[in-house]
Nanobody, 120 residues
């Protein structure tokens, strides 16, 4: 079993910045991919940014040039630096990890979500 713990959400004015962090713990042989999704009220969950050694890095068009995803040195922490925030970035942000617990097993995990609110 793998746990994902997020931090860093909050309230910020438009144009401001926030940094989200997500740390994975548990039985982990390798994190294949990790990243962030978000869900605004009344909308479906959508990809924000995803990164992996083999798969590279992907950003949604709506955040390209403003958000940067990165991993810590051990690979168990993923960050999302969010700059030039807009009110439309307001959502619950969920950490995601595609984890190989052993060389022969692989599962997806989600964090509990952290609220990001951008005021105009």
């Amino acid at each position: 079993q793998v746990q994902l713990v997020e931090s860093g959400g909050g309230l910020v004015q438009a144009g401001g910045s926030l940094r989200l962090s997500c740390t994975a713990s548990g039985i982990i042989a390798r994190i294949q991919r990790s990243g962030w999704y978000r869900q605004a009220p009344g909308k479906q969950r959508e990809l924000v940014a995803l990164t992996g050694s083999a798969s590279g890095t992907t950003y949604s068009d709506s955040v390209k040039g403003r958000f940067t995803i990165s991993r810590g040195d051990t690979g168990t922490t993923v960050y999302l630096q969010m700059n030039s925030l807009k009110p439309e970035d307001t959502a619950v942000y969920y950490c995601f990890a595609d984890v190989s617990e052993t060389p022969s097993s692989r599962n997806s995990y989600w964090g509990q979500g952290t609220q990001v609110t951008v005021s105009s």
